[in-house]
């Protein structure tokens, strides 16, 4: 075998060798990455969903304030119609 052919031989592995080398490490880089990525994805999911339920939670008490407002105002209005049928009854 000459000198020309070992040299290309081994180049040819060399540069084989290499790639195979590459590809390996670019594949376990990209699986960490999606790894991270699937991560966030459930940290955000988590975040939203604690905000929801924030969010959901104010609205509930906001509905209760309104509902309590809203019979104390009935109560009003029918003890002043009360105060006011009295008051007619006594005339």
Do not use: F, P, W
């Amino acid at each position: 075998m000459s000198i020309a052919s070992k040299v290309t031989l081994g180049v040819a592995c060399c540069v084989s060798t290499a790639i195979v080398s590459y590809v390996h490490v670019k594949q376990n880089v990209d699986r960490e990455k999606l790894h991270e990525g699937v991560i966030m994805d459930v940290e955000r999911q988590q975040r939203r969903k604690a905000e929801n339920l924030y969010v959901l939670q104010q609205q509930s008490d906001l509905t209760k304030q309104l509902r309590q407002q809203q019979q104390q105002q009935q109560q009003q209005q029918q003890h002043e119609q009360q105060q006011q049928d009295g008051s007619q009854d006594n005339s």
